[in-house]
């Protein structure tokens, strides 16, 4: 069921954009297949170069994955999701927790944000619904946990699909939580950049342009 986002409002970092909200399930069969053919938050990485922001070389290999999955109607790769679903929330709620007694903050499990065209995606791990805002959890590895730990900064390896999920839900920040049981947690906040976003505007709208025609084309091999 699509329904508008009532949970955050419309001032965010992507110029005034709308977006729309299907309430699901995460990792649910219904949250599968409204990501199929949809370019997320989680592959921005795949598109784009993380400093520079330009085209990355790995970018045409995901356009024809998201082609794929909106002919075939199912991912061309269900182990990496099976493997995110475990990986991810063996300890979500225990981060959350976490989270909430540290800021005082409630959280909320969410299910799809969506540009109104229908084109760019993104499933934080939770919405803060009285701060406007977004929670998501990373559970690295503990040497990579460290490793980030150390550096006390914002990791460069996460900036793009944070930014992406402020792209698309226009929430006013994102908050990241490295989270590892038997080590000290990183908590860092990221508002939305004007120089990124601006980009990232101008990117994937040349992205789905191209993927709009790579559609067309396949079409018409049918004919």
């Not at 997320?40 to 784009?48: D, K, L, P, V, Y």
């Not at 909430?100 to 944000?113: A, N, R, V, Y």
Request: charged letters at 25%; aromatic letters at 8%.
């Amino acid at each position: 069921m699509w329904l508008r986002c009532k949970d955050l409002d419309s001032k965010g970092g992507s110029g005034g954009k709308t977006m729309k909200y299907i309430d699901c399930i995460p990792f649910s069969q219904d949250w599968i297949d409204l990501r199929l053919g949809v370019v997320t938050a989680s592959e921005m990485h795949r598109i784009f170069t993380p400093k520079k922001m330009e085209l990355s070389k790995s970018a045409d290999g995901y356009l024809y994955e998201l082609l794929a999955e909106w002919r075939l109607k199912q991912p061309v790769k269900p182990d990496l999701i099976l493997f995110a679903v475990e990986r991810g929330r063996e300890y979500e709620q225990e981060a959350c927790d976490f989270f909430t007694l540290t800021t005082g903050l409630e959280t909320k499990e969410c299910g799809f944000f969506v540009t109104d065209n229908g084109k760019v995606g993104a499933s934080p791990d939770r919405i803060i619904i009285e701060d406007n805002s977004l929670l998501e959890i990373k559970n690295h590895l503990a040497h990579v946990h460290l490793a980030h730990l150390m550096a006390g900064v914002f990791p460069q390896e996460h900036v793009l699909q944070t930014q992406a999920q402020l792209f698309v839900t226009e929430a006013k920040a994102c908050y990241l939580l490295l989270y590892h049981p038997g080590l000290p947690a990183l908590l860092l906040k990221a508002e939305p950049i004007p120089e990124i976003q601006k980009k990232m505007h101008e990117g994937l709208t040349a992205f789905c342009d191209r993927l709009d025609e790579m559609k067309q084309k396949l079409l018409a091999m049918y004919d």
